[in-house]
């Protein structure tokens, strides 16, 4: 597959990671091509003409807006973002404590970093108050992307699974929905077991997007 530099240009935002997957790329490897549909927001209870959306998360984050291209998939709503790669839910939350950014609908793309780099335990305080903090900036609606790698069989390492567990359990106890990641996101999850290409971020933001619509 060969990609330009602007096609590259997201990735290298991802870091080590990105620029692994890109080398993968280069070499022939990634999934086909997302659908070319497009949910219809609007449905009862869901998503209105005009409502914001807000995405908070890592990398995962960072993917849907630069390659999943999420906010062309709603241009009839408001939409901000702040993701960071390799952020957990303690950054996350300072750094929506940092900004007044809010939405109608809030998206959460977190528990890769957080069931993997740090003490998974430590942050359902932080889980706690970051879907608070969404819901008193108006969040009527709180959806949790779970990560694609934790519906994968090979796991980064032995503990992965029951770390995964225990920040699903989390999200959960905090009352928000849960979008489970397609099998065919999953199937297009990268070497590195974490990220996703094109095609995968794109079936993944409209993955979310039909599930608030």
């Known amino acids: 597959m060969a990609l330009t530099l602007r096609d590259a240009a997201p990735y290298l935002r991802l870091g080590a990671a990105g620029v692994a997957f890109l080398a993968m790329m280069s070499q022939g490897g990634g999934g086909s091509e997302a659908s070319d549909t497009v949910p219809a ?47 957990n839910a303690h950054q996350t939350l300072s750094d929506l404590q940092a900004s007044s950014a809010a939405g109608g609908v809030a998206l959460i793309s977190l528990g890769t970093n957080d ?63 849960v979008l489970e990641p397609p099998p065919d996101v999953v199937a297009k999850i990268a070497v590195d077991r974490m990220h996703l290409p094109p095609s995968g971020y794109q079936a993944l933001a409209e993955a979310a997007i039909g599930a608030v619509s």
């Open 115 to 177: 069931a993997a780099l740090f003490d998974t335990a430590s942050m359902a305080p932080y889980v706690t108050q970051l879907v608070q903090l969404l819901r008193d900036r108006g969040a009527r609606r709180v959806l949790w992307i779970v990560p694609p790698n934790y519906a994968i069989t090979n796991p980064p390492s032995p503990a992965t699974p029951g770390k995964q567990a225990t920040f699903r359990s989390m999200m959960e106890g905090a009352g928000v929905e």
């Open 41 to 87: 927001p609007g449905g009862a209870g869901g998503l209105q003409p005009g409502e914001g959306v807000i995405l908070v998360g890592d990398s995962l984050g960072v993917g849907l807006v630069d390659l999943g291209h999420i906010a062309a998939l709603i241009p009839q709503n408001p939409f901000v973002s702040v993701v960071t790669t390799g952020h």
